[in-house]
């Protein structure tokens, strides 16, 4: 069982920038991939980015060139650093990973877009 804890969320004026983190209680050596989901009120849970164990990175279009999703192999954790914020990025932002057959979920963290 790998247990995924996301940190990072706040609020933030449209422009500015959050990382957030997600730490894994196991080796991500071990996770196939590993990425970033969110969810608006009212809206279906959506990737935003993914990242595979050997560091292939891929994008939802519409953060490509503001969202980087990033690995610390040492630390066990995965970061989502994102930039140039709009209101339309307010969501609870989940960490998932990937091992085998089986899938894992943190309990999100929530990111608020507003001035």
């Known amino acids: 069982q790998v247990q995924l804890v996301e940190s990072g969320g706040g609020l933030v004026q449209p422009g500015g920038s959050l990382r957030l983190s997600c730490a894994a209680s196991?080796?991500?050596?071990?996770?196939?991939?590993m990425a970033w989901y969110r969810q608006a009120p009212g809206k279906q849970r959506d990737l935003v980015a993914v990242i595979g164990s050997g560091g292939t990175t891929d994008y939802q279009d519409s953060v490509k060139g503001r969202f980087t999703i990033s690995r610390d192999n040492a630390k066990n954790t995965v970061y989502l650093q994102m930039n140039s914020l709009e209101a339309e990025d307010t969501a609870v932002y989940y960490c998932?990973?990937?091992?085998?057959?089986?899938?894992?979920w943190g309990k999100g963290t929530l990111v608020t877009v507003s001035s």
């Open positions: 196991e080796s991500v050596f071990s996770i196939n991939f």
């Open positions: 998932y990973a990937r091992r085998g057959a089986m899938s894992y």
